[in-house]
């Protein structure tokens, strides 16, 4: 059974730091393309950063040069370093293991329970 579990949440004033992690458990880390979501009441989830099994990362433009996705195969591990936040960066972060595989096609989405972000003075 797959287990996402995010902590570091929490309240920061604007331009203060924060550092979420998602320990994961029951399947082969090294092989999912990590990522990191949030959501505010009333607005559809939205990919924040990404990571893929190979080290690439992707980011939201609303974001890129502030957060930072990094990821750990030892501890099965994916980090979100945010840098500068702001109180629209204010959401429930999810934290999301995705694969996709060819024979079969088939797609794989697992979820954790998510953690609150809230970027206020």
């Known amino acids: 059974q797959v287990h996402l579990v995010e902590s570091g949440g929490g309240l920061v004033q604007p331009g203060g730091s924060l550092r979420l992690s998602c320990a994961a458990s029951?399947?082969?880390?090294?092989?999912?393309?990590m990522g990191w979501y949030r959501q505010v009441p009333g607005k559809t989830r939205e990919l924040v950063a990404a990571?893929?099994?190979?080290?690439?990362?992707h980011y939201a433009e609303s974001v890129k040069g502030r957060f930072t996705i990094s990821s750990d195969n030892g501890k099965n591990t994916v980090y979100l370093q945010m840098n500068g936040l702001k109180p629209e960066d204010t959401a429930v972060y999810y934290c999301?293991?995705?694969?996709?595989?060819?024979?079969?096609?088939?797609?794989?989405?697992?979820w954790g329970q998510g953690t609150q972000v809230t970027v206020s003075s």
């Open positions: 029951g399947l082969i880390f090294s092989i999912y393309t």
């Open positions: 990571i893929t099994s190979d080290g690439n990362a």
């Open positions: 999301n293991a995705h694969k996709l595989t060819v024979f079969p096609v088939k797609s794989y989405d697992y």
